[in-house]
């Protein structure tokens, strides 16, 4: 059971990354980026560490929410645009919302002393320890969350620049609808595009509610959550099952806990991701136009999702969709409607109809019925007694 649920959180995470990558609306690359974290919280239950994928859980709520509650922001300030294409150079405009989602992201991509770090880092603690002493499938997720790592840097900077940093791109941006969605006209009536502006504090003063435990939830509980006895008696773990008790033996504290990070493999792939996308959407953006075109099959498969949309949608809710129209017709309205209900209303109706012509209302046509009846009856009663 523990080797399936590992084999899908480490499908799961890589899978949603990927798509995250080639994502344009700004929810979308945090929704996709919440279903990879959700994988590499089962990655730490499959492992064995189930209490570090709740740590990774509750760690996650700060900054997700932080970074969720700034794309609104980001929404509310580019008027309901949602493109990041359409954005650029927001900082300067939206400063307090262009902050607190950089603690977001810091704290997503796993950068040492934020919350994300502790949580992140011992789940890839956790998977290389089972992977030295399991099976392919233990390595196969030690190696999931590693790459898993270097694709969440990589999508979230890119989400940051091409965001608030670079070109403005909203004054050329053209709305959904064919018209142009910033555009207004002002006092003196001349036409010209909207610029950006920060939101309300009723948003922004939540944003910083939630950068401070981004920044800080995990140095405070990392000690007791993952190596005291917050947990004590939920889940019996046996020793030779605890995947986090050599990391256990060398916590020396949160402090050193994250210095040491500095000297993982995971800040190095992070670091990667985030040069790898500082160089291209902060320097040579067009080199991303040029790869996508050069990869125009693979991005293909990840706008599509790997087809999934198309099979459930179009598949199982399509023919799902298909059965209930078919139950429909043939059932509701062919069945119930048409032979229950209106069937029956046409069978009282037809013998009504033929019914009523005996009721003519004549006294002789009544005594005429009375005296064949009578026949009928002295007719019966002749035959019985023969």
């Known amino acids: 059971t523990s080797m399936i649920v590992a084999v899908v959180g480490a499908f799961t995470a890589i899978l949603a990354a990927s798509i995250a990558l080639v994502q344009n609306d700004i929810k979308r690359v945090l929704a996709y980026s919440t279903v990879s974290q959700l994988g590499f919280m089962f990655i730490a239950v499959g492992v064995g560490a189930w209490w570090v994928g709740i740590f990774h859980l509750m760690t996650h709520a700060f900054f997700k929410a932080c970074l969720f509650l700034g794309a609104g922001s980001v929404i509310i300030g580019m008027h309901h645009d949602q493109d990041i294409r359409n954005m650029g150079g927001l900082r300067k405009y939206m400063p307090i919302t262009w ?44 190696w999931a969350v ?64 939630l950068a401070i435990p981004s920044l800080l939830v995990g140095f405070f509980t990392a000690g007791p959550m993952l190596f005291g006895d917050f947990f004590e008696g939920s889940i019996i773990v046996r020793e030779a099952h605890n995947t986090l008790a050599a990391v256990a033996e060398e916590f020396h504290g949160a402090a050193a806990f994250a210095r040491h990070g500095f000297f993982q493999p995971a800040f190095g792939l992070a670091f990667a ?17 040029r790869t996508r ?46 032979v229950a209900v209106n069937g029956s209303a046409w069978l009282v109706d037809r013998v009504a109809g033929l019914v009523r012509h005996l009721q003519s209302g004549y006294l002789y046509h009544y005594a005429f019925a009375m005296i064949l009846g009578l026949i009928v009856l002295l007719g019966a009663l002749l035959r019985a007694q023969s």
Do not use: C
């Open 99 to 142: 902050i607190t989602m950089w603690v977001g992201t810091l704290a997503l991509t796993g950068m040492p002393f934020l919350s994300g770090f502790y949580s992140k880092d011992s789940i890839i603690e956790a998977a290389h320890h089972a992977a030295e002493h399991g099976g392919w499938v233990q390595q196969y997720g030690y």
């Open 146 to 209: 590693l790459l898993g790592v270097f694709v969440t840097s990589f999508y979230s900077f890119r989400l940051l620049y091409l965001t608030f940093h670079g070109q403005e791109r909203f004054r050329h941006a053209h709305g959904h609808h064919g018209h142009d969605a910033h555009a207004h006209d002002d006092a003196h009536g001349h036409h010209g595009p909207v610029e950006p502006h920060e939101s309300p504090w009723v948003v922004t003063l939540p944003l910083v509610l």
């Open 273 to 289: 991701g985030f040069a790898l996308a500082t160089y291209i959407y902060l320097f040579n953006p067009r080199l991303a136009d």
């Open 293 to 338: 075109k050069a990869l125009s099959w693979p991005t293909r498969v990840l706008e599509n999702k790997y087809g999934f949309d198309t099979l459930w949608i179009g598949g199982f809710a399509g023919s799902g969709r298909r059965l209930g129209q078919l139950l429909w017709k043939r059932g509701d309205v062919g069945l119930i409607d048409g």
